[in-house]
């Protein structure tokens, strides 16, 4: 009928949902913009991490696959608390509120509060581990101040190279070309 609107549907082709390597930050960008601003293809180079707070949030990345993020007293050799992408929480477990896994890149988000809340103000150091439980590696060390409102990251070094993102197949792991679409959940 004359004057009627007709909605319109507009498909996206699946080669531009698809995020390749090369362009895939674009996606993340575009995925967290709502939760905080950072130049994530700034501080993201090739097997590299990062860690960042921006007063709200708390965020870490890598070029392979995060199982933590922990929080070390000095003079510790166990965590005191730490940040998971996946598990069950309890009063030293801090659950990501988001979670980034595609085949070569993870990138965790955390509340600051959630974080304040669990972790006792005090001197720490942080490190990003990567791999798997049983043989992760330092991908980056720094040292945090926990004040009650705010955590400051300071002496940032990277370390290890991340354990690429793999899949177990038949109690073999294989490369992550199995790990075709990507994972992206928020915990609740």
């Known amino acids: 009928m004359p004057g009627e609107t007709v909605p319109t549907q507009i498909v996206t082709p699946p080669s531009e949902n698809v995020a390749r390597t090369s362009k895939e930050v674009v996606s993340i960008?575009?995925?967290?913009?709502?939760?905080?601003?950072?130049?994530?293809?700034?501080?993201?180079?090739?097997?590299?991490?990062?860690?960042?707070?921006?007063?709200?949030?708390?965020?870490?990345?890598?070029?392979?696959?995060?199982?933590?993020?922990?929080f070390y007293k000095p003079e510790s050799p166990v965590p005191n608390y730490e940040i998971v992408p996946i598990g069950e929480h309890s009063p030293t477990i801090i659950l990501a509120d988001y979670v980034y896994v595609s085949n070569s890149l993870t990138l965790l988000v955390v509340k600051l509060s959630k974080v304040l809340h669990t972790v006792n103000p005090g001197t720490y150091t942080v490190v990003v581990w990567s791999g798997h439980l049983s043989n992760a590696v330092n991908v980056l060390e720094c040292r945090a101040i926990v004040e009650q409102t705010k955590i400051?990251?300071?002496?940032?070094?990277?370390r290890g190279k991340?354990?690429?993102?793999?899949?177990?197949?038949?109690?073999?792991e294989d490369s992550a070309g199995y790990l075709t679409s990507l994972v992206c959940y928020y915990n609740l």
């Open 162 to 172: 991340p354990v690429k993102i793999s899949c177990s197949m038949a109690g073999k």
């Open 29 to 70: 960008g575009a995925e967290v913009t709502h939760l905080f601003t950072v130049n994530i293809t700034a501080l993201l180079r090739p097997e590299q991490a990062f860690l960042y707070t921006n007063g709200t949030h708390v965020a870490a990345g890598c070029r392979g696959l995060i199982v933590s993020i922990a």
């Open 152 to 158: 400051l990251f300071d002496d940032i070094e990277i």
